[in-house]
Each structure stands twice: as structure tokens, then as C-alpha cells.
């Protein structure tokens, strides 16, 4: 399994777009063309505050932050 790892700051948990979840899905098909990898390519946000829940983070599979980051 590849992680493709997303990194954005906030001060409160990330809020993915509808213009966002596009130009995720976009990265990840692009660099699933690139490598020649087909599957067991999922995104992960890491993110000082985690990932607001809504209707755009459902294609986030995994998400990282500052406690597990700095093992606060």
C-alpha cells in the first residue's frame, strides 16, 4: 500500500472543498499513471489540527497529526 501524503495547516481542522477533493483525486490518478500502480494507492492528510468530517473527506483514508506526529 503507498500512502500519498497531503500536508496543509490550520488552526482548526482541515476543511476539504469540493475544488480540493478535485485536485486530490487528479494527484492521486496522476501519480498512479506515473508509477504504473493501479491500486493500493490511498491519500493521507496530515494536518497540525486532523480533518473536518464532510462531504468531501470521505476519500481521505488516513489522517496524521501534531499528538502522533510529536507523540504528545
Known amino acids: 500500500m503507498v500512502h500519498l501524503c497531503e500536508m496543509k495547516f490550520s488552526e482548526h481542522p482541515y476543511t476539504i ?4 477533493e478535485e485536485k486530490l483525486k487528479a494527484r492521486r490518478l496522476l501519480f ?17 489540527n486532523g ?10 483514508h488516513s489522517e496524521i497529526t501534531v499528538k502522533e506526529l510529536f507523540f504528545l
Request: aromatic share 4%; proline share 3%; hydrophobic share 35%.
Open 51 to 60: 480533518l473536518k468530517k464532510g462531504m468531501h473527506s470521505s476519500l481521505i
Open 17 to 20: 472543498t469540493k475544488e480540493y
Open 32 to 48: 498512479m499513471e506515473v508509477t504504473g500502480k493501479n491500486r493500493g494507492v490511498v491519500l493521507t492528510m496530515i494536518t497540525p
